[in-house]
């Protein structure tokens, strides 16, 4: 949204802010201002000033020396517009003065500075200016020549501020206005806010009663088919419909708001659209069949030319104005070609409606075409200002002597919106902002907003214009605005959050990261989008239940269609990118959500599961990885022992080197090297492992209770066991036998050495621990020690494991 600043200035009588005073004042109450630019701030010095004589250039046949009367002086000015003539009122820039730029000079900041000087010989006291020279250009000033120096009306007086006489000594504010205020939208709305903000008075414009002694209804018949889609609509008819140009302070005010004049017709429905943020459409009258106007929804398979030229396709869902025999206009967005205003109209139709504003957008969306108008119905206008936009137009087209307009009007409004009434509460007020204002100063606030005020039923009635003041935190929140958001004073939020803890699953997830980055690990973030290709790459078999993802409804492309269903596409494409760089040593981890549908489709939430995923290539192997979960269950508090399941059927993971996560007999997570077939699909070519811990069936086992025990007073002792042992046993199954035999004397135990080779029996492997024993309470005797192994020893033959000789 934009706005002039002399606009706003003319509806706030005594309003004298400069431009960065208004912008600073218009942010802390609310409508933030995103910027404002000054039209003439590249300009100075710049006069009206009328030709008095030309003579040709002694030396050069395209110039020529033109004595020009600035008002308090006649100079000498060198030229080479080739459209200057004897008695033109032209735009002088004098000697020291600037322009914002297409001539050579001595460039300064903010334009060109013009000195005097010769020109083939020939003083020059100055130049006469284009309209790009003075920052314009001639879409905003169609009267301006292509080529050559902007020409003046003849009744312009010389010596005058040529930038005052063209409207360029304003300044464009442009703000940043919510949806909600939807009334900001609109110049009035947006100087009613100023009025409240600077404490002065609010002056609209005041509309005249307009038209003759004619009744509307004998020229027009109006009928609503889609009540659901047009709350209101309303109509006049003007006849004797004089084209003209708009008077000079309309067309300023038109290029102020970057809008660029045409004629008096069409200037009058933008100038109120501008004013009123009500859109306004005009028909011509002889083109409407039947005199009839009917508003109903499109046909499907029906299509339209709007104004433009562009034939649109339009279906059931979109709403069309249409006369008698056929469609006329989008409503909301455009107007038909086959009625649009001519120089030649004599009779006008003039629209002013009130459409849903979800139905324009989505219209608006299905023909291909987004309009001013189409912007502003979207954000759902407020239907009672639609009569009061239609005023005003006619009040100006009798002003401007642009035709006469007949009486009456049509109003079809089928259900009236009212203002609401929402409870004056100053105490909730002072406690949700944590100030301490009076209700007096309070309900001053909301005098200043137009806010009215119920004594007997303690009520603030809000204008229908304000939609966006819906409970008693709307009403704090115009209280915040008005007293000043800098004179609130800081405090910290009531509630447990000021404790400043951590929930259990968040403390989970920070330790998890710190152990993972304490590891080595970096931490990364990909997409929850994937392709469905991706279960290709992980050869998943075809029936897998983890092909079964939710396929998202308006995908961004195919390689992001669906939520993934498993996280380690991500994590292998992360990797495989930093192998491409020529990283030796990477790893990665990421805490990420899977999402797994209930049922296809769709009928309830999907289940969200938070993974942790661990990735690695070079230094670092599968026991590696192994060491890694172990040290983050222990840091959770999950003190019994994990065990390992190699026949976990991964086909994305080595066959013979990968195995579930089990705590308590119940699967936590898989780790593994990630199957060569894989890692070519993502063209990797180092060995890769990763460990997936699902956190959910984590979280059922953290414990974060610690124990003390006490420093032992006794020593241990140790025992070195070294075994052949058959491939198909795992250690994993020794160590429980050391675990249900060692007896309560021991202590731990640790594998130092794994061995395989032509020394071992074939089919077999060499594997050597060592065992700690230590009592509590007294020093061990050797038959203590000697007992214990005796039990271990018995159960590792039963086995069929054999001591290494």
Same mark, same amino acid.
């Given at each position: 949204?934009?706005?002039?600043? /002399?606009?706003?200035?003319?509806?706030?009588?005594?309003?004298?802010?400069?431009?960065?005073?208004?912008?600073?004042?218009?942010?802390?109450?609310?409508?933030?201002?995103?910027?404002?630019?000054?039209?003439?701030?590249?300009?100075?010095?710049?006069?009206?000033?009328?030709?008095?004589?030309?003579?040709?250039?002694?030396?050069?046949?395209?110039?020529?020396?033109?004595?020009?009367?600035?008002?308090?002086?006649?100079?000498?000015?060198?030229?080479?517009?080739?459209?200057?003539?004897?008695?033109?009122?032209?735009?002088?820039?004098?000697?020291?003065?600037?322009?914002?730029?297409?001539?050579?000079?001595?460039?300064?900041?903010?334009?060109?500075?013009?000195?005097?000087?010769?020109?083939?010989?020939?003083?020059?006291?100055?130049?006469?200016?284009?309209?790009?020279?003075?920052?314009?250009?001639?879409?905003?000033?169609?009267?301006?020549?292509?080529?050559?120096?902007?020409?003046?009306?003849?009744?312009?007086?010389?010596?005058?501020? =040529?930038?005052?006489?063209?409207?360029?000594?304003?300044?464009?504010?442009?703000?940043?206005?919510?949806?909600?205020?939807?009334?900001?939208?609109?110049?009035?709305?947006?100087?009613?806010?100023?009025?409240?903000?600077?404490?002065?008075?609010?002056?609209?414009?005041?509309?005249?009663?307009?038209?003759?002694?004619?009744?509307?209804?004998?020229?027009?018949?109006?009928?609503?088919?889609?009540?659901?889609?047009?709350?209101?609509?309303?109509?006049? %008819?003007?006849?004797?419909?004089?084209? =003209?140009?708009?008077?000079?302070?309309?067309?300023?005010?038109?290029?102020?708001?970057?809008?660029?004049?045409? /004629?008096?017709? %069409?200037?009058?429905?933008?100038?109120?659209?501008?004013?009123?943020?009500?859109?306004?459409?005009?028909?011509?009258?002889?083109?409407?069949?039947?005199?009839?106007?009917?508003?109903?929804?499109?046909?499907?398979?029906?299509?339209?030319?709007? *104004?433009?030229?562009?034939?649109? /396709?339009?279906?059931?869902?979109?709403?069309?104005?249409?006369?008698?025999?056929?469609?006329?206009?989008?409503?909301?967005?455009?107007?038909? @070609?086959?009625?649009?205003?001519?120089?030649?109209?004599?009779?006008?139709?003039?629209?002013?409606?009130?459409?849903?504003?979800?139905?324009?957008?989505?219209?608006?969306?299905?023909?291909?075409?987004?309009?001013?108008?189409?912007?502003?119905?979207?954000?759902?206008?407020?239907?009672?200002?639609?009569?009061?936009?239609?005023?005003?137009?006619?009040?100006?087209?009798?002003?401007?002597?642009?035709?006469?307009?007949?009486?009456?009007?049509?109003?079809?409004?089928?259900?009236?919106?009212?203002?609401?009434?929402?409870?004056?509460?100053?105490?909730?007020?002072?406690?949700?902002?944590?100030?301490?204002?009076?209700?007096?100063?309070?309900? @001053?606030?909301?005098?200043?907003?137009?806010?009215?005020?119920? @004594?007997?039923?303690?009520?603030?009635?809000?204008?229908?214009?304000?939609?966006?003041?819906?409970?008693?935190?709307?009403?704090?929140?115009?209280?915040?605005?008005?007293?000043?958001?800098?004179?609130?004073?800081?405090?910290?939020?009531?509630?447990?959050?000021?404790?400043?803890?951590?929930?259990?699953?968040?403390? %989970?997830?920070?330790?998890?990261?710190?152990?993972?980055?304490?590891?080595?690990?970096?931490?990364?973030?990909?997409?929850?989008?994937?392709?469905?290709?991706?279960?290709?790459?992980?050869?998943?078999?075809?029936?897998?239940?983890?092909?079964?993802?939710?396929?998202?409804?308006?995908? *961004?492309?195919?390689?992001?269609?669906?939520?993934?269903?498993?996280?380690?596409?991500?994590?292998?494409?992360?990797?495989?990118?930093?192998?491409?760089?020529?990283?030796?040593?990477?790893?990665?981890?990421?805490?990420?959500?899977?999402?797994?549908?209930?049922?296809?489709?769709?009928?309830?939430?999907?289940?969200?599961?938070?993974?942790?995923?661990?990735?690695?290539?070079?230094?670092?192997?599968?026991?590696?990885?192994?060491?890694?979960?172990?040290?983050?269950?222990?840091?959770?508090?999950?003190?019994?022992?994990?065990?390992?399941?190699?026949?976990?059927?991964?086909?994305?993971?080595?066959?013979?080197?990968? =195995?579930?996560?089990?705590?308590?007999?119940?699967?936590?997570?898989?780790?593994?090297?990630?199957?060569?077939?894989?890692?070519?699909?993502?063209?990797?070519?180092?060995?890769?492992?990763?460990?997936?811990?699902?956190?959910? =069936?984590?979280?059922?086992?953290?414990?974060?209770?610690?124990?003390?025990?006490?420093?032992?007073?006794?020593?241990?002792?140790?025992?070195?066991?070294?075994?052949?042992?058959?491939?198909?046993?795992?250690?994993?199954?020794?160590?429980?036998?050391?675990?249900?035999?060692?007896?309560?004397?021991?202590?731990?135990?640790?594998?130092?050495?794994?061995?395989?080779? /032509?020394?071992?029996?074939?089919?077999?492997?060499? %594997?050597?621990?060592?065992?700690?024993?230590?009592?509590?309470?007294?020093?061990?005797?050797? @038959?203590?020690?000697?007992?214990?192994?005796?039990?271990?020893?018995?159960?590792?033959?039963?086995?069929?494991?054999?001591?290494?000789?």
């Amino acid at each position: 949204m934009r706005t002039s600043l /002399n606009w706003i200035k003319d509806l706030v009588p005594g309003l004298e802010a400069t431009p960065q005073e208004f912008m600073d004042a218009m942010t802390l109450s609310g409508s933030k201002v995103e910027f404002y630019e000054c039209m003439d701030k590249d300009l100075e010095k710049i006069v009206v000033g009328q030709i008095e004589k030309i003579e040709k250039h002694p030396d050069a046949d395209k110039l020529v020396i033109c004595q020009v009367n600035v008002g308090s002086e006649t100079i000498q000015i060198v030229t080479g517009a080739p459209n200057v003539y004897e008695g033109a009122k032209v735009p002088v820039v004098l000697d020291g003065g600037r322009v914002a730029g297409g001539h050579d000079g001595e460039k300064t900041e903010g334009g060109i500075k013009i000195k005097k000087g010769k020109l083939r010989g020939v003083e020059s006291n100055g130049m006469m200016c284009s309209i790009e020279e003075l920052g314009s250009d001639r879409n905003m000033f169609p009267d301006a020549p292509e080529y050559g120096i902007y020409i003046f009306p003849e009744d312009t007086q010389v010596g005058a501020d =040529a930038v005052k006489v063209l409207g360029l000594d304003d300044a464009v504010v442009e703000y940043e206005i919510t949806s909600n205020r939807v009334d900001c939208f609109a110049v009035l709305g947006i100087a009613r806010e100023a009025a409240a903000t600077f404490k002065k008075e609010f002056v609209p414009q005041v509309v005249t009663k307009t038209g003759n002694d004619e009744d509307v209804n004998d020229y027009i018949k109006v009928s609503v088919e889609a009540t659901d889609l047009c709350p209101r609509y309303t109509a006049r %008819v003007v006849k004797n419909i004089k084209i =003209a140009p708009s008077p000079e302070w309309m067309q300023k005010r038109l290029r102020a708001q970057g809008i660029r004049p045409i /004629n008096n017709i %069409v200037d009058i429905t933008n100038y109120v659209m501008e004013e009123y943020g009500q859109p306004m459409h005009a028909y011509d009258m002889d083109t409407i069949e039947g005199h009839e106007i009917r508003v109903r929804r499109a046909n499907a398979g029906e299509t339209f030319v709007t *104004l433009d030229g562009q034939e649109r /396709n339009v279906d059931e869902n979109v709403l069309m104005i249409c006369d008698g025999k056929k469609a006329i206009g989008i409503a909301g967005i455009m107007g038909g @070609e086959n009625s649009m205003i001519t120089d030649n109209v004599s009779t006008m139709l003039f629209e002013a409606a009130c459409f849903d504003g979800t139905n324009i957008r989505l219209s608006s969306k299905r023909v291909g075409l987004r309009t001013d108008a189409s912007g502003k119905f979207e954000k759902g206008l407020d239907p009672n200002n639609a009569m009061d936009a239609m005023d005003r137009a006619c009040q100006l087209v009798e002003e401007l002597g642009a035709g006469q307009v007949v009486g009456g009007a049509i109003d079809i409004y089928t259900k009236k919106m009212e203002g609401r009434r929402l409870p004056f509460e100053p105490d909730k007020y002072n406690h949700m902002l944590g100030t301490d204002i009076s209700p007096e100063d309070m309900l @001053e606030y909301f005098k200043r907003l137009d806010l009215g005020y119920d @004594e007997k039923t303690n009520e603030v009635l809000v204008p229908s214009w304000r939609q966006d003041l819906e409970s008693y935190a709307d009403l704090a929140e115009e209280v915040a605005r008005f007293y000043g958001y800098d004179r609130i004073p800081t405090s910290l939020p009531s509630g447990e959050a000021t404790t400043g803890r951590l929930s259990e699953k968040l403390k %989970v997830e920070k330790i998890v990261r710190n152990v993972a980055q304490f590891c080595g690990f970096s931490q990364g973030m990909t997409y929850s989008f994937e392709s469905p290709k991706v279960f290709d790459k992980l050869l998943l078999d075809k029936d897998d239940v983890l092909r079964q993802a939710i396929v998202i409804s308006n995908p *961004l492309g195919e390689d992001f269609s669906i939520m993934r269903t498993l996280p380690l596409n991500g994590m292998m494409t992360s990797l495989a990118t930093n192998a491409n760089r020529r990283n030796k040593d990477v790893r990665l981890f990421e805490m990420g959500n899977i999402y797994l549908p209930k049922q296809l489709p769709l009928t309830e939430l999907p289940e969200e599961r938070m993974q942790l995923t661990l990735g690695m290539y070079g230094e670092g192997d599968f026991f590696t990885m192994k060491g890694v979960i172990e040290e983050i269950t222990s840091q959770l508090g999950m003190d019994a022992k994990l065990t390992y399941d190699p026949a976990s059927g991964k086909n994305f993971l080595h066959p013979g080197r990968q =195995a579930n996560v089990l705590y308590q007999d119940k699967v936590i997570g898989y780790l593994g090297e990630v199957h060569p077939k894989v890692c070519a699909n993502y063209g990797m070519k180092e060995r890769t492992y990763i460990a997936v811990v699902d956190m959910p =069936a984590v979280m059922e086992f953290v414990s974060f209770d610690k124990k003390y025990e006490g420093i032992a007073k006794f020593p241990a002792a140790t025992r070195d066991i070294s075994m052949v042992v058959p491939k198909e046993i795992l250690v994993g199954q020794i160590e429980e036998v050391f675990e249900t035999k060692g007896g309560n004397y021991l202590e731990s135990y640790e594998l130092f050495d794994i061995y395989e080779g /032509n020394q071992i029996l074939k089919g077999h492997k060499s %594997v050597a621990y060592s065992l700690t024993f230590r009592a509590k309470d007294k020093n061990l005797e050797e @038959e203590d020690i000697t007992a214990a192994m005796n039990r271990i020893l018995k159960a590792l033959e039963d086995m069929g494991i054999q001591l290494r000789k």
